[in-house]
């Protein structure tokens, strides 16, 4: 096992700029853009209700991919169809959905997921962990939408990771270690890389559920073979390690402090949220969780809704070394017996005092 992850406290990588050709391609729409600190952007002047030029979503596309996430300020009051039309023009161009609807929903329109910190008006409670959207699917979104319907008037954002920094934030023993991991979801059994090339900015970008991940697999290292063969190679089952209980919670956590060290590293943001913000991420460039303000009761902070919109990615995130998309959870495994394989529910308990709901 590669060292514990020692904290950073000065940036240790970067996120990249706003392109200045997408920047005068958007002007030439109307469109102002404010880079925020360190990551994400945001959009003055347009009314997503009208649909914007193909070559204007490719360049938000792109700037979602390399900075995290977009928002479009002003626009309140928008319909449940016209926020769902809006969230077609990324990723696969349809809405995936897969969750239940809550009675307050807007038109119990089933594409929309409303949280609250209301139980009356939505979901209470969702996300309080890092984590990705959709990490239970083959093809995980390949972005989500976050409409505030009402901001809370005391507080209660979403924190952001871009996930590219973060892998370049880690030491080289890590990176090494972490690029021949693969995870399997407890509940769905389907796998994914815990390092990743992002299909737009080319990043090499970290990618770990920390509230439904069952199993962890080591792909060994094989002498004579770069990393680049082994993820190309097909390889036997002895040539896969599985993860033991100690391995999963120091991955789990070094995962976590990675994350939570993005505020101070350069590449993390509480993002505070307006009535009408209506956010978009690229959900393979950013990890999120809500922040701990957003699940305090609408008495001490304000009344919060937000909708969440859930976009099909073009393609299946596949795990490396010749592994299926899925392996199957509730059956025996091919692997070293002494490793956690734990289906159903939340997966891998690593910390026994925080609550998960993801």
Request: proline share 7%.
């Amino acid at each position: 096992m590669a060292q514990t992850l020692e904290k950073t406290l000065e940036p240790t990588s970067t996120v990249a700029p706003l392109n200045p050709d997408n920047v005068a391609l958007l002007e030439q729409e109307g469109l102002t853009l404010k880079p925020l600190d360190p990551i994400g952007v945001e959009i003055y002047g347009s009314d997503v209700r009208n649909q914007l030029p193909e070559p204007a979503i490719k360049a938000l596309e792109e700037e979602m991919a390399n900075r995290g996430f977009i928002v479009f300020k002003h626009q309140a009051g928008l319909s449940p169809d016209e926020l769902i039309e809006a969230c077609k023009w990324w990723g696969g161009r349809e809405i995936h959905s897969t969750h239940g609807v809550h009675p307050a929903t807007p038109g119990r329109n089933r594409h929309i997921f409303r949280c609250s910190n209301d139980g009356r008006q939505g979901i209470l409670g969702v996300g309080p962990q890092w984590h990705n959207d959709g990490s239970f699917e083959a093809a995980t979104f390949s972005h989500s939408a976050y409409y505030m319907a009402r901001a809370p008037e005391n507080g209660g954002g979403t924190h952001f990771a871009h996930q590219g920094a973060a892998f370049e934030a880690l030491p080289p023993e890590k990176q090494d270690f972490w690029e021949r991991l693969v995870s399997v979801n407890s509940a769905s059994s389907v796998t994914h890389p815990v390092v990743h090339t992002h299909p737009i900015s080319g990043r090499k970008s970290v990618w770990l559920h920390l509230g439904m991940t069952g199993a962890v697999l080591e792909r060994l290292p094989e002498e004579g073979l770069t990393l680049d063969q082994l993820k190309t190679l097909p390889a036997p089952a002895d040539s896969f390690h599985l993860l033991d209980d100690a391995a999963m919670k120091e991955l789990f956590n070094d995962y976590n402090d990675l994350l939570n060290d993005s505020f101070e590293g350069g590449y993390g943001i509480r993002y505070e949220y307006e009535t009408g913000d209506l956010l978009f991420i690229d959900n393979w460039a950013v990890a999120h969780r809500a922040a701990p303000e957003a699940h305090l009761p609408a008495e001490q902070q304000g009344l919060r809704i937000m909708d969440r919109v859930t976009i099909k990615a073009p393609r299946n995130l596949s795990p490396h070394f010749g592994l299926p998309q899925y392996i199957n959870m509730a059956g025996p495994h091919p692997f070293n017996k002494d490793g956690v394989w734990q289906a159903g529910g939340v997966g891998f308990r690593w910390k026994d005092d925080i609550r998960m709901q993801n």
